[in-house]
């Protein structure tokens, strides 16, 4: 081992601006960039006190729910993953994950290791679960829980929740939602639909950085935390004693874990910059930019992945590679010419899809524009215009 620090940590960090239109993290507004920049709080300062009240009013009204226990971790939509499957459920107790792309696979992977027993609901990547399988599925099985994701950005499909809430219900199952990658891009509401845990992360619509998540139980779900007959097996994701430190039911502010007091100013001024227009005013301005977007892919001679209109999620558009065409060398040129990421795909769509993220602050006719415009050169670039000019 060398007795000396690494010669790159003296030079100069230059992080040069990009336009980021993959699947998350999107570009955060500058005013929440500059929220960041504030000088440090105390975790349990009362200033930071009141930020964390104003954090738990935003996500309240993101989810549209009145659950008392809305918060949001200082870890990532992976770590909110696992809270919400390692505190609703217990080891040798039933989760039944839909899985139709990588985050019905990220779900059982994480059950799993907690000793949560899995059973998976198989469905095809590119399309979303009819409300009639689901049924079937949770009559057959009779889980504690059901699992599914909202967004699936590994494929690029929206499931529609409603109906969900009152078949689990009937059969007395908890109902659980990731909607990290369509949380305030698509409608959500998480009362009116009957969900229990519903989660999402910072850096995606919310467009802040990467690093903080909202999660909110229901109180059926805390009922179910509460006659638990063994410890959550997470510390650091024990939701209940994580509550005490935001304030949940008033209780008395507790040092559970230092929280990530910059990451939350981030949020914090995310959550305002959100709140600049309505909900339902931002769920249209992305059904707007995925319409002006799907048709210049169309213009362009490209096919959608996800067939059926209504399963397109807004937020995260899936587009087939042409034969002949290496996907990376295109988003390699639209990097390194235009400062533009387009991703390519992930799960079932790797080395078959790229993908366009429209996210909050990111989500503008103009970055529509831009990035149609920069496919399309790096499309001509590979030969692939040409190509089909010629047909
Ligand atoms: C639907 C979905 N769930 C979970 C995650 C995981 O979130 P994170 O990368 O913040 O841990 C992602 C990230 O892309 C996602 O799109």
Redesign the pocket.
Known sequence: MSSNWPENLGEAMIIKEKLLMG??PSNCPPTVLKAAANPLLGHLHPDFCVIMDDVKAGIKHLFQTENELTIALCA???AA?EATLVNVLEAGEKVVIARNGI?GDRAADIASRAGILVAMMNGNPGKSFSTEDIEEFLAKEKPKAFFI?H???STGVLQNLKGIGAICRKYNCLFSV?S??ACGGVELKMDEWGIDVLYT?S?KVLSAP?GTAPISFSAQAREAIKNRKTAVQSYYLDVEILGRYWNVDNQPRFYHHTGAVTNIFALREALSFISSKTLEQSWKRHKNCQKKLHEGLKELGLELFVENEDDRLPCVTTIKVPGGVEWAKVTGLMMQNDTIEMAGGLGPTAGKCWRIGLMGYNCTEPNVEKVLWSLKKALESVGYLSQIETF
């Open positions: 699947p998350g990532s939509g992976h993953m985050w994701t967004g699936e950005s990731d990290v990658a992360g850096q990467p």
